[in-house]
């Protein structure tokens, strides 16, 4: 039945007992005090409007966002207001929204100044507030979107719409497109990790048959003008283990990256680190001689304790190789013995458990962001591991 039906609370994350309320008949109340005394703040709204979502700002305890819709009365306006004190005055935010009904608006729980609306033809977001609208076209159809949501910590945003499913995109990049972002050449945002897999590019498993999306690093990139760019994957010493070129469109890209490396630069990537890595043993061997050839002779030790004959046990103990330890391997003639045989033929991938530099040159400028592919949890199986990389 029409005018007698709540469709929307919000209460306040800055102070207990705030609440807002919006009705199908177009009036949004408030109250203070957990919802003994009310107050109509419809004053300044659109009149008769169904309202479609009421959001208290995480942010200042008397700003509160609403989006309403005539939908039901075959008015297609945008409508979308903004309060910063509590509902006494409204300000609108519609200017630059499509002729269609607002169905939803989120505002970002870790940036201030970010926005989003959910239309019956989309979505939309807003770097500034509600000052300017730009559409979320990429990839999603022209769906009414009926509710929204963000990830506080990872910032996805999750969008539910009518007939045609949920939708997740990575929307974090955005809470760090500044106007000083926006006036740079190229500018390469925040990566998530992605997890490791070092049987990946074996083929995969005889008796799983369903298919499986592969991993990949979504690399949100900003170009100031259209042209190509290229992006390098280095380690910690610098060497380069892939170069992809890529087309850039002015504003935000996204280049999704399997994690693929060139052959020929991974394996002058890994003599590099081999190289080091003898270089440091050497110096820790010699200083180690030099260090027990000034020690003097010691005094009679006495008779160790149950505590210490436990430590002995473990020193005993045989040190991880190589392969375990995640170290390069050292020694040739056991590196000539468990040699990949499928090394010269098979797809190869970063190493899991490695940090690494992806470097953005564009226009002359240049940017890096950091890449880490995290090594798998000791006995999680390779397919668990890809399930849980995708809420991580």
Not at 353 to 370: D, H, L, N, P
């Amino acid at each position: 039945m029409p005018f007698g039906t709540i469709t929307t609370v919000s209460e306040s994350p800055k102070r207990f007992g705030l609440l807002y309320a919006g009705t199908d008949e177009g009036k949004v109340w408030l109250t203070r005090d957990g919802g003994l005394n009310w107050s109509d703040l419809s004053n300044g709204l659109a009149p008769g409007r169904w309202v479609t979502r009421v959001v208290a700002s995480s942010f200042d305890e008397g700003t509160v966002y609403v989006s309403q819709s005539g939908y039901r009365d075959d008015e297609f306006s945008p409508y979308v207001f903004r309060s910063t004190d509590y509902g006494k005055t409204w300000q609108s935010l519609a200017a630059g929204l499509p002729a269609e009904p607002v169905n939803t608006v989120r505002e970002d729980p870790k940036a201030k100044n970010l926005l989003y609306v959910g239309t019956d033809m989309g979505v939309f977001v807003s770097l500034d507030s509600g000052q300017t609208w730009m559409a979320m076209a990429g990839g999603l159809p022209h769906v009414p979107v009926h509710d929204l949501q963000v990830h506080p910590r990872e910032g996805d945003l999750v969008l539910a719409t009518h007939g045609r499913s949920v939708y997740l995109t990575e929307a974090a990049p955005l809470r760090k497109l500044t106007p000083e972002v926006m006036g740079k050449a190229v500018f390469v945002f925040p990566i998530k990790d992605v997890p490791g897999n070092p049987g990946r590019g074996y083929g995969e498993h005889p008796w799983i048959t369903w298919p499986r999306q592969s991993v990949v690093a979504r690399i949100a990139y900003w170009a100031r003008a259209a042209g190509p760019v290229t992006l390098s994957v280095k380690d910690e010493n610098g060497s380069v283990w892939q170069e992809v070129t890529d087309t850039a469109q002015p504003g935000m890209n996204v280049l999704a990256y399997d994690l693929g490396v060139d052959p020929k630069r991974a394996d002058a990537a890994e003599a590099v680190a081999k190289a080091k890595a003898r270089d440091k043993e050497a110096r820790e061997k010699a200083l180690a001689e030099k260090t027990a050839k000034s020690m003097k002779s010691p005094s009679p030790a006495p008779s160790p304790t149950p505590a210490a004959e436990e430590e002995d046990e473990d020193a005993e103990r045989p040190e991880k190789t190589a392969s375990s330890s995640g170290k390069p391997m050292l020694d040739p003639e056991l590196e000539r013995l468990l040699a990949d045989p499928m090394r010269a033929t098979r797809k190869r991938y970063l190493p899991a458990g490695g940090t690494y530099t992806v470097e953005a040159r564009a226009g002359g400028a240049t940017a890096t962001s950091t890449l880490k592919v995290k090594p798998p949890k000791e006995g999680e199986t390779d397919e668990e591991d890809e399930a849980g990389a995708e809420i991580e």
